[in-house]
């Protein structure tokens, strides 16, 4: 298969296949690391190339280049540090405001047969409803201010944790639930040295989905009543036709999304040291 | 620790001061029923355990061994009848510990937080849980390792802390649910060298369910092999064997062939009865 292997003389017995599935010279982690790096920069080059030459429509897609330029002048004026904060500061109280309870209550949901009993057809029902369709009702509620972007963010959030929790203390092997009732663990115990750490893998999953839609929609609720973050950057784009800035806005929304994946992997590193990789 | 193998000595009628003269039961189990339904796992089980006494049952696969001692754990609620544990008042100490069958430490857990679960859920201070845990995890060999999780121990390690665990927590009797059925045969043999050590020190009374004749005799003061659906007593017989035992040479001794093959033969038709049960061929009796 290699240009190494072809060059060489037959050699009395076939390589093994293990052998022969490598580059010349290059581990497979190796090569798969160059190429998830070339990709979009591929992507960006023949991007780049096509809006010079006229290949696609410039008021569409920008070059790049241009919107790297762009982007570094708003970094340079501040505007975009405040946008970008004013997102992520909505999306962490969000998070917190709709994780927390999410995350009690669904793991005394996984305890507690009757808990589970009265809140399940409710998650049930109100599950489906798109969150984004709940935006006019939020700002009907709580105004045009921070408190409905937070709310939308924390209903996001929500419901993948507390439905993860619930699913996560119902996987716990009975066994560690017989240990802790021969131990004498109080419910308190029980929550805190067994319910918890046993569903936290699978509530870990559950904040990743949850932050994942609470950037979606703090990015759409932005768009209407706000007048900062990234959401209300990409609207105003729109408004004024400044497409470049709209690139800018979508750019910054991704690399906030790429940023937390590899924080989250982080954080589940260190907060479970026992999970085997 | 009578044996009540002989029926004769149930027909004359105890007066009340031998009654009181007995010394009391660390367990005292009184008519015990527990039914899953139709099915009657332990059918009428009345039984005395000796204070220090290394009790063991033996019974087939399904005769509800495990039910009787998930119940004297507090896991299972009894049908009816009635089970004493004598827990001296005001010691602070608790009724039970289990070593369970299979994986039971935390894997969330390192070693050391392992062992002090027990003595953690019940708020003993750190100084003497330091203490306690330092000194079992020694007897465990496993000092070195208490800093590790569960998921880098090999199984034979793995049931060395959930017995830590159940020492340190100090109980009044111990029960053991099959610990090492799940080990190879070589690892098997040093944890029962170690957990016989580990008890010739305090001498709790123990509760033990294995499926192995050879295990119960090597171990047990006294062992009592269970019929299969119903549960119910079949065979009290007292273990002899002079202590400290070294499970080595026990097993060339003759008396422990004796004992083996007598308990043996017992169990034998209730291996095949369970059998034929599982295989629907035979009747429940």
Redesign the interface.
């Known amino acids: 298969m290699s240009s190494e292997q072809a060059a060489a003389p037959a050699p009395p017995r076939p390589a093994p296949a293990k052998r022969a599935a490598k580059g010349p010279g290059m581990s497979l982690p190796v090569r798969d690391r160059i190429l998830s790096i070339a990709s979009p920069l591929g992507l960006l080059l023949v991007w780049e190339l096509a809006a010079r030459f006229g290949f696609i429509d410039t008021r569409f897609f920008p070059a790049p280049s241009s919107i790297f330029v762009l982007l570094i002048q708003m970094l340079q004026s501040g505007e975009l540090i405040t946008h970008t904060m004013a997102s992520l500061r909505r999306l962490f109280w969000g998070t917190l405001i709709g994780g927390v309870p999410a995350l009690v209550l669904g793991v005394v949901m996984g305890l507690h047969r009757a808990t589970r009993a009265i809140f399940d057809p409710l998650i049930a029902a109100t599950y489906p409803i798109p969150k984004s369709s709940i935006l006019p009702l939020a700002l009907l509620i709580f105004g045009l201010g921070e408190p409905s972007k937070i709310f939308m963010v924390a209903i996001g959030v929500f419901f993948p944790v507390a439905i993860n929790a619930t699913t996560g203390v119902l996987e716990i092997n009975k066994i560690y639930l017989d240990v802790g009732r021969n131990y004498k663990a109080n419910r308190w115990n029980t929550f805190w040295t067994i319910a918890l750490p046993g569903a936290l893998p699978v509530i870990m999953t559950g904040f990743k989905l949850g932050i994942g839609i609470g950037l979606i929609l703090i990015a759409v609720a932005e768009m209407i009543g706000a007048k900062s973050g990234l959401g209300y950057l990409i609207w105003s784009a729109w408004e004024t036709f400044a497409v470049e800035q709209m690139y800018v806005g979508l750019f910054m929304i991704a690399l906030i999304g790429f940023a937390l994946t590899l924080a989250l992997n982080e954080l589940e590193r260190f907060i479970i040291p026992w999970k085997v990789n | 620790m009578s044996s009540s193998t002989s029926p004769a000595s149930h027909l004359r009628p105890v007066t009340a001061a031998e009654e009181a003269a007995r010394p009391v039961p660390a367990i005292r189990i009184r008519n015990l029923v527990k039914s899953f339904g139709d099915l009657v796992a332990v059918d009428n089980v009345s039984l005395d355990i000796g204070q220090g006494e290394f009790f063991m049952i033996v019974g087939p696969s399904g005769c509800g061994k495990t039910t009787l001692l998930r119940i004297l ?3 299972e609620d009894a049908t009816s009848g009635t089970i004493d544990v004598d827990v001296p008042a005001g010691s602070g100490r ?1 009724e ?3 070593v ?1 069958q ?3 430490i ?4 390192t070693v050391w937080q392992n062992a002090a ?2 003595l953690r ?2 708020n003993v201070p750190a100084n003497t849980i330091k203490d306690v845990v330092s000194h079992y995890l020694d007897r465990t060999g496993l000092t070195r390792f208490a800093g590790y ?3 880098q121990l090999s199984g034979g390690m793995r049931q060395r802390v959930a017995i830590a ?1 159940a020492f340190a ?1 100090d109980p009044q009797i111990l029960l053991m649910d099959e610990p090492f059925s799940a080990l190879d045969a070589q690892n098997k043999l040093l944890l029962q060298e170690e957990l016989l050590h580990i008890w010739e020190e305090h001498k709790k009374t123990v509760v033990f369910i294995t499926h192995s004749v050879d295990e119960a005799v090597l171990l047990g003061d006294r062992v009592m092999v269970m019929t299969a659906q119903p549960g119910w007593v079949k065979l009290l017989i007292d273990i002899p064997l002079a202590r400290p035992r070294n499970i080595m040479e026990l097993q060339g001794a003759p008396e422990y062939g004796d004992l083996v093959q007598r308990i043996w033969a017992n169990l034998r038709d209730e291996v095949t009865r369970a059998r034929e049960i599982a295989e629907g061929l035979g009747d429940p009796l």
Do not use: E, K, V
């Open positions: 754990a507090g896991l608790p039970n510990s289990m369970f299979g994986d039971s935390l894997p969330w857990m679960y027990g859920m019940r999780y569960p998921h665990r927590n």
